[in-house]
T-cell receptor
């Protein structure tokens, strides 16, 4: 089974802090994604990566950056957390061929 | 840009009954995938069913089936013999074939509660 793990289930940070959310997949997938989930808005793509050190902006990249130094790991970085970044963050991965994405359990981030 | 609309924010159904969740989408593409994902209260998102737009036959997975109407750009999910474990958020999603990196566009979700 494909396994996508995220470093924290719940995280509480203060405004202005630098926040790292980590995602690891164990199936040698080329593609990795970070989504933000908010009520009524579904999931919105923040960034994705189709290869090591490669990244592309999604629909809502403002206030976020990403890092992919190794194929299995994709990090989401909030340089200076703000209260409007309080949300559920979901990581996903997919193989280079085939449409299915596999999701991690999510991180509920609260910024105070 | 593609958009996906789920017009039912919340639904409920009695156990063992049938329920249909609605989804419409807007695209100028001719070839694409459509998906229904389920997110139970434990939050792990899992794929329920997938439909390729070029296939006329509606996809079926056990108690889950879709009604794909390409001309109407409609993609509804039918759950038969509803079970308590079907209680979850359900998301309709869209992906084009020519999409580098296989990006998904999601609807806003429908919260389904199955009542005993």
């Amino acid at each position: 089974d494909v396994k996508v793990t995220q470093s924290s289930r719940y995280l509480v940070k203060r405004t202005g802090e630098k926040v790292f959310l980590e995602c690891v997949q164990d199936m040698d997938h080329e593609n990795m994604f970070w989504y933000r989930q908010d009520p009524g808005l579904g999931l919105r793509l923040i960034y994705f990566s189709y290869d090591v050190k490669m990244k592309e902006k999604g629909d809502i990249p403002e206030g976020y950056s990403v890092s992919r130094e190794k194929k299995e790991r994709f990090s989401l970085i909030l340089e200076s957390a703000s209260t409007n970044q309080t949300s559920m963050y979901l990581c996903a991965s997919s193989p280079g061929v085939g449409p299915q994405q596999f999701f991690g359990p999510g991180t509920r981030l609260t910024v105070l | 840009a593609q958009t996906v609309t789920q017009s039912q924010p919340e639904m409920s159904v009695q156990e063992a009954e049938t329920v249909t969740l609605s989804c419409t989408y807007d695209t100028s593409e001719n070839n694409y995938y459509l998906f229904w994902y389920k997110q139970p209260p434990s939050r792990q998102m899992i794929l329920v069913i997938r439909q390729e737009a070029y296939k006329q036959q509606n996809a079926t997975e056990n108690r889950f089936s879709v009604n794909f109407q390409k001309a109407a750009k409609s993609f509804s999910l039918k759950i038969s013999d509803s079970q308590l474990g079907d209680t979850a958020m359900y998301f309709c999603a869209f992906m084009t074939f020519n999409n580098a990196g296989n990006m998904l566009t999601f609807g806003g979700g429908t919260r389904l509660m199955v009542k005993p």
